[in-house]
């Protein structure tokens, strides 16, 4: 059988997205821990998509050796509420 991968399907395309943002994430996590100053916070907001879906927005804002501040968008999540408990988990 000769079967061809359709690099362009939505599925096929979702996954390198998704590939290729770990290892962004993994980069910059590489780059907090390395750093000697180590001083880093979290930063999330909220905010309703045009789907009416509530999306979790989330950043870490770091200094590195050089006292440099840097600010890297991690990434969105869904919420299935805007409760305290379920932002925490999903910061979590």
């Keep these: 059988m000769d079967e061809t991968i359709n690099l362009s399907s939505p599925t096929i395309q979702n996954e390198i ?3 290729m943002a770990h290892n962004v994430q993994k980069n910059v996590i ?3 821990k390395h750093s000697k100053v180590a001083c880093f916070a979290i930063l999330v907001d ?3 998509d045009l789907s009416n879906v ?3 927005v989330l950043c870490i804002r770091w200094v590195d050796d050089n006292l440099i501040p840097h600010e890297e968008f ?3 999540l869904p919420l299935r509420s805007t409760s305290s408990e379920s932002i925490f988990n999903a910061i979590s």
């Design 17 to 19: 997205i998704q590939i």
């Design 30 to 32: 590489s780059k907090i």
């Design 46 to 48: 909220e905010t309703l």
């Design 54 to 56: 509530e999306q979790l």
């Design 74 to 76: 991690v990434g969105m």
